[in-house]
């Protein structure tokens, strides 16, 4: 079975662009979860998708947004890139059935470096 | 300015010796904890969970502990090798089972195994 697919791997842009990232759940898994770390802040969540509409949303400013596809396909986008967004994003698939926690499965991550 | 990196706590350890890998989690209403290992340029994998109506979980060679009473987490590694060497994190979902996704993650434990 295939893990969390997240591409690309590798990004460099430059301050004031704006990037999209993307993430492929674990087949079956309808629950996508966004996460930002870094040195200083640590793993920090970004938002949650279900069923293509976002259920939470963290602390982060509107440059970051995202949205989810019917085949559970999620994208996140950053906007007017700030050299503070330098980080690894990571994206999460979990099962989420019925009213049961399931645990959540992570991607390598895309690092993206804002220069 | 330049970002201040997140102070790791260290767990330095001998091959064979067996681990003790704590965490303080912040919010009483949490009924779900996940332990994550990660690896340098990996992203985190999933080692163990313990939902809120148990205290002691065992895995293959991990054990988890829960302390409702003093919101206090342990992972336990019998037996560390020195393909345990990662930074270990403690993650609470807070929000009733099968709800929006959101994992708040502990800042991590570096754990170093000497052969």
């Known amino acids: 079975k295939a893990g969390v697919t997240q591409t690309p791997r590798y990004l460099i842009k430059t301050r004031g662009q704006q990037v999209t990232l993307s993430c492929s759940p674990i087949?079956?898994?309808?629950?996508v979860s966004w996460y930002q770390q870094t040195p200083g802040q640590g793993l920090q969540f970004l938002f949650e998708?279900?069923?293509?509409?976002?259920?939470n949303k963290g602390n982060f400013p509107g440059r970051f947004s995202g949205r989810q596809f019917s085949n559970s396909r999620s994208e996140m986008n950053v906007s007017t890139l700030e050299l503070g967004d330098s980080a690894l994003y990571l994206c999460?698939?979990?099962?989420?059935?019925?009213?049961?926690?399931?645990?959540?499965?992570f991607g390598q991550g895309t690092r993206l470096t804002v220069v | 300015g330049e970002s201040v990196g997140l102070h790791l706590p260290t767990l330095s350890v001998q091959e064979g010796d067996n681990s003790i890998i704590n965490c303080a989690y912040s919010?009483?209403?949490?009924?779900?904890f996940i332990w994550y290992k990660q690896e340098s340029g990996k992203g985190p994998q999933f080692i163990i969970d313990?939902?809120?109506?148990?205290d002691k979980r065992q895995g293959q060679r991990v054990t988890v502990l829960l302390n409702k009473t003093v919101k206090h987490l342990s992972l336990q590694i019998a037996a560390t090798q020195p393909g345990d060497s990662a930074v270990y994190f403690c993650?609470?979902?807070?929000?009733?089972?099968?709800?929006?996704?959101?994992?708040?993650f502990g800042k991590g434990t570096l754990l170093t195994v000497n052969p």
């Open positions: 919010n009483s209403a949490s009924d779900y």
């Open positions: 313990i939902r809120s109506n148990m």
């Open positions: 087949s079956g898994h309808r629950s």
């Open positions: 998708y279900f069923s293509e509409t976002q259920r």
């Open positions: 999460a698939s979990s099962l989420q059935t019925g009213s049961w926690d399931t645990e959540a499965f």
């Open positions: 993650a609470e979902k807070q929000g009733s089972g099968g709800s929006n996704y959101k994992l708040t």
